[in-house]
Each structure stands twice: as structure tokens, then as C-alpha cells.
């Protein structure tokens, strides 16, 4: 049999972040192919957030390892990881302009 092509644009393995005792994330194994468009639902509070958060490189994950196109990003700072966010809330001065901001 063939061995299966690791085809994951996105790929979360094992990933668990821990604030002191909160566990916000816990184990988590998540492969996002290329191209696709995925939701993540759940009730506040469940870490969907910090599932992001861990992926853009705002946060830190405390275990698992974090791959795009097969590369671990784990240690790839925010800002060579060519990744972009649009945060849940306002992060923008509302007196400024766009490009001001
Ligand atoms: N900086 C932090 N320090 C301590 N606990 C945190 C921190 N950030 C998140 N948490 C906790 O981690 C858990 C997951 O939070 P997270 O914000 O990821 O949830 P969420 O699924 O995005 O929720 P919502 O639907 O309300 O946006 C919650 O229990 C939250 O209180
Ligand atoms: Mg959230």
C-alpha cells in the first residue's frame, strides 16, 4: 500500500496550552488541508481562541508542536511566519484612520 502523502496546509499535533491550572486547550489534533475554509465552534471558553493565538505566535503552546506545509513553527517568530489575524475584538483606534491605524 502507498504511503500517504502528508497533504496538511495546517497541522496541530497535540497541542495544549496551560495558564497555571487552566487548561485551555488540551490535546488537541487538528490537519487543515490546503485551500479549505474551516470553523471552529464551540462554547466560550472551550480555547478557540488560543488556538489561534498559539498558530499566528502570540502565544506559546506548553505541549504539542504546530507544523504549516510540513515545518515545525513552534519556535518561528510571529513575524516570519507570514500569517495573519483579525483579532475577536477591536484592536484599532476608532478616531484614526485605516492608515493611520
Ligand atoms: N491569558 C490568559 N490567562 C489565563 N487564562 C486564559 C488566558 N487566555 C485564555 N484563558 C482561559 O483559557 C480558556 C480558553 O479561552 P479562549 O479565549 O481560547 O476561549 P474561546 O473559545 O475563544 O472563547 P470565546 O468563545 O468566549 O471567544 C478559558 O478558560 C479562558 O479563561
Ligand atoms: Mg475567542
Do not use: W
Not at 489561534?52 to 503552546?61: I, T, V, W, Y
Amino acid at each position: 500500500m502507498k504511503q500517504e502523502k502528508d497533504t496538511a496546509f495546517v497541522k496541530f499535533k497535540g497541542i495544549e496550552k496551560r495558564y497555571g491550572k487552566v487548561v485551555a486547550v488540551k490535546k488537541m489534533d487538528l490537519e487543515i488541508p490546503e485551500g479549505s475554509l474551516v470553523t471552529l465552534l464551540g462554547p466560550s471558553g472551550c480555547g478557540k481562541t488560543t488556538l489561534l493565538r498559539m498558530l499566528a505566535g502570540l502565544e506559546e503552546p506548553t505541549h504539542g508542536d504546530i507544523f504549516v506545509k510540513g515545518v515545525r513553527i513552534n519556535a518561528t517568530p510571529i513575524h516570519k511566519r507570514n500569517l495573519g489575524i483579525i483579532f475577536q475584538n477591536y484592536a484599532l483606534f476608532p478616531h484614526k484612520t485605516i492608515f493611520d491605524n
